[in-house]
């Protein structure tokens, strides 16, 4: 029987060998930032993440193996994150302040090590992008209870900033305050998302008729909150920790499986692969003439492209009145048999970007 000090000398001498082999890796991974480099090709390769990672995950199951997919993807995130960092460190903007959902996201991507810029709005996380400022942004897009996020599909149909990866997560609120007593909080802080995710928790614990004051994002909240005993935020666990808010109330959010989608935004086309989404927007020439919509759609349906979102949304251009719609489809733009229906409408489409989907889809 193996003693405690012989489990952690075995643990030893595996890390050392770990540690060789990631080491070895490295000295690969640096000849690819060399080749990439020198073609000025993208250093982020979300597809080829996703391949290595499905093929662990697959090797793993075969051989009995103790890690399951969660497992695999934590720790090789991480690799791929230090991986990209040493091929050509890239910035990140995000919408912050630290401590917000988005950052979150961010960092379960590009990992402890990257350089964050923590911007004040989804706006100034496009300029920064397309000034060339960071190579990333991050930027939430929808919200499975609440919807679509209206600013980012209006920045995305101006600007020529690309979703480059999409990728969910799990939405838990706290209620938070340095008040002892609920009768004492007088106002509370949150983003207008966060309100509308919480209404029953409101509702159940008279909050609704106090002053609710929607600040920019929940991190933001949270130190508002830390600031004024009588006033309380909805925001995230992180944020409550980080800016040192007592917790009240933990998962206070109506539906317990909500979750955001967030788009990782950049400035290069994917490669194919065998499981992607595509976001266009479209702006129909005839839109006021009924059925127009439908004879577009009808052109995916054609060659069995599967739509997974359809949004309207009013164009705000001086026109006059009229929509676009904002389309989710599965595949790449370059399959033929997208560019065979996409190229029916050239005048009206503009491509968003095609990237691998993400799991857990809303
Ligand atoms: O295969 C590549 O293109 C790499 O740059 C290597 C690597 C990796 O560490 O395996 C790193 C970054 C990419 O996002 C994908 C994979």
Redo the contacts with the bound molecule.
Sequence with gaps: MKTLDDCRRSIDAIDNEMLELLNK?MKV?ER??EI?NASG?A????E??KA?IERLEAQSKANGGALNKSAIEAIFLE??AV??NL?RPEKIAYLGPEGTFTHQAAESRFGAMSDYISLSSIHSVFKTLESKRAKFGVVPIENSKDGIVGETLDLLAKSSVKIVAELYMPIHMSFVTKATKIEDIKKIYSKDKGFGQCREFLSEHNLINIEHIPVESTAKAAILASEDPNSAAICSHIAAKLYKVPTMFENIEDEHDSSTRFVILSDFKNGISEHDKTSILVKLEDAKEAGSLVHFLQDFDEENINLSKIESRPSKDQSGFGYWFYIDFYGHIDEPHIQKVLSKHDAEVTWLGSYVKGEDEL
């Excluded at 250093?43 to 979300?46: E, Q, W």
Aim: glycine share 12%; aromatic share 12%; hydrophobic share 35%.
């Design positions: 890796r991974v690819v930032g990439k090709g250093i982020y390769r979300p080829r993440e290595i690799i791929f991986s990209r091929e």
